[in-house]
């Protein structure tokens, strides 16, 4: 039997964490803001991720109900993740974190190389 017990947040922050928490989950949700990805292609455009961290982060992006996974009836099956409707309305907070970072950047001296490696 499932648990039913609702979650109880501190704060509205809490809640947020609880949904897109975790080092690579912003990062996947920043390439799914952009369009939908094949597990292939997203596992190229985050090389730093491993490849069980990036299935297990997309796992709970997809139980939090901010990303859609689709199988392919295809042999071998192909598997696309995209942001659900409530995901996009993330989109506005991704975008704002990525300019946020770009300034990071710049004032650290760090470089952003921003590759669609998934296309390479």
Same mark, same amino acid.
């Given at each position: 039997? /499932?648990?039913?017990?609702?979650?109880?947040?501190?704060?509205?922050?809490?809640?947020?964490? =609880? /949904?897109?928490?975790?080092? !690579?989950?912003?990062?996947?949700? !920043?390439? %799914? *803001?952009?369009?939908?990805?094949?597990?292939?292609?997203?596992?190229? $455009?985050?090389?730093?991720?491993?490849?069980?961290? %990036?299935?297990?982060?997309?796992?709970?992006?997809?139980? @939090?109900?901010?990303? @859609?996974?689709?199988?392919?009836?295809?042999?071998?099956?192909?598997?696309?993740?995209? %942001?659900? =409707?409530?995901?996009?309305?993330?989109?506005? $907070?991704?975008?704002s974190v *990525?300019? !946020?970072?770009?300034?990071? /950047? =710049?004032?650290?001296? $760090?470089?952003?190389?921003?590759?669609?490696? $998934?296309?390479?």
């Amino acid at each position: 039997m /499932a648990d039913t017990k609702p979650f109880i947040f501190n704060c509205p922050v809490e809640a947020a964490l =609880e /949904a897109i928490g975790g080092k !690579w989950k912003p990062v996947i949700l !920043w390439h %799914l *803001s952009q369009r939908e990805y094949r597990f292939g292609e997203l596992r190229r $455009a985050i090389p730093r991720a491993t490849e069980k961290v %990036l299935i297990e982060q997309l796992r709970q992006l997809e139980r @939090s109900g901010v990303v @859609s996974r689709e199988v392919t009836g295809t042999v071998p099956p192909a598997v696309t993740y995209s %942001l659900t =409707e409530h995901g996009h309305t993330l989109k506005q $907070a991704i975008f704002s974190v *990525s300019e !946020w970072g770009l300034l990071h /950047a =710049e004032k650290i001296g $760090a470089q952003i190389l921003i590759v669609d490696r $998934a296309r390479d």
